[in-house]
């Protein structure tokens, strides 16, 4: 569809479906295996389970790291879902 700006917009049923899944593996799926990569890192976490020096390497330097990129690819992704659907409404209110 043309919009009077002279704009073609077009949301196929295959895009719209796409939106959603994206937005539902993001606060979804996604969203459980980083819960459970962190649950499974707090075992790792406690020197009662696992110890040693490179344990303690573990503990007090690599996961708060990785920690970090998970929480940051998390808002990153949210934000893509935020957008996505805003698009999609621009997209819809267009036509």
């Known amino acids: 569809m043309t ?3 002279g704009v ?6 295959q895009a719209s479906t796409a939106v959603d899944d994206l937005a539902g593996l993001i606060n979804g799926p996604l969203l459980t295996h980083f819960d459970g990569l962190r649950a499974t890192a ?3 976490l406690e020197p009662e389970n696992w110890d ?3 344990a303690s390497e573990f503990r ?9 990129a998970l929480t940051d ?7 893509l879902r ?7 409404v621009d997209i819809q209110s267009a036509g």
């Open 8 to 13: 073609t917009v077009r949301s196929t049923p």
């Open 42 to 44: 707090r075992i790792l």
């Open 3 to 5: 919009t009077g700006s």
């Open 82 to 88: 935020v957008r996505l659907a805003e698009i999609q």
């Open 52 to 54: 040693g020096r490179t």
């Open 73 to 79: 690819v998390h808002i990153q992704l949210d934000r």
């Open 60 to 68: 007090m330097s690599i996961w708060p790291t990785y920690e970090r």
